[in-house]
């Protein structure tokens, strides 16, 4: 990762969570990756439950964390953990927002998208965001390990979430996003 504030210089967290439907939310979110924090002290503003936010370094752990205590933020779990190989640790259809941003270059893509779709409710949305695969960007994985949209879009529905809309992006041109729900049984 690089430095904080360069990282948040790639992103416009406010814009992209309002565009992505995460907007006065009743509930929980879940966020897989929380990295420094950028988008999950974004997020705790938009909800009125608790913000769970996991990563697998403890070092963005206590960077999240840190970020958190010093806004006074109350409504906010960060810990780390291995969510690829052991879950995000939350109940069953327990989130009404789930962020999947700038990870699913893994290599168990559909296996991270089936915990999405376990941890959210019927209803929920799944926000995705990804570094575009077309162009050169100032970060992010490799060219040939970044998904496409249209990947993303048939991994999530393999992984049984339906397909709401792709919007675009405010002030983020290195980026695409997808809006994902888990339907009602």
């Not at 929980?28 to 909800?47: K, L, P, S």
């Not at 109350?74 to 190989?85: L, Y």
């Not at 993303?152 to 919007?167: D, I, Y």
Request: hydrophobic share 45%; with cysteine; net charge neutral.
């Amino acid at each position: 990762m690089p430095a904080a504030a360069q990282w948040e210089s790639y992103f416009q967290a406010d814009g992209i969570l309002e565009a992505l439907g995460c907007v006065r939310l009743s509930g929980d979110v879940a966020e897989f990756g929380c990295g420094y924090g950028t988008f999950t002290i974004a997020a705790v503003r938009r909800v009125s439950g608790i913000v769970y936010a996991t990563d697998i370094d403890p070092l963005m752990v206590g960077a999240t964390i840190a970020r958190a205590s010093r806004a006074g933020i109350r409504n906010i779990v960060v810990e780390q953990r291995d969510f690829v190989s052991e879950g995000c640790g939350r109940p069953d259809q327990s989130a009404s927002y789930v962020m999947l941003f700038n990870i699913l270059h893994i290599e168990d893509p559909v296996g991270l998208l089936r915990e999405a779709f376990r941890v959210a409710r019927a209803g929920a949305i799944v926000g995705v965001i990804h570094w575009r695969h077309d162009i050169e960007t100032p970060r992010g994985p490799p060219l040939g390990i970044r998904p496409r949209p249209a990947q993303c879009r048939a991994w999530a529905e393999k992984a049984g979430l339906r397909w709401l809309m792709s919007p675009q992006l405010p002030d983020s041109p290195w980026h695409w996003g997808m809006m994902f729900t888990r339907p009602a049984e």
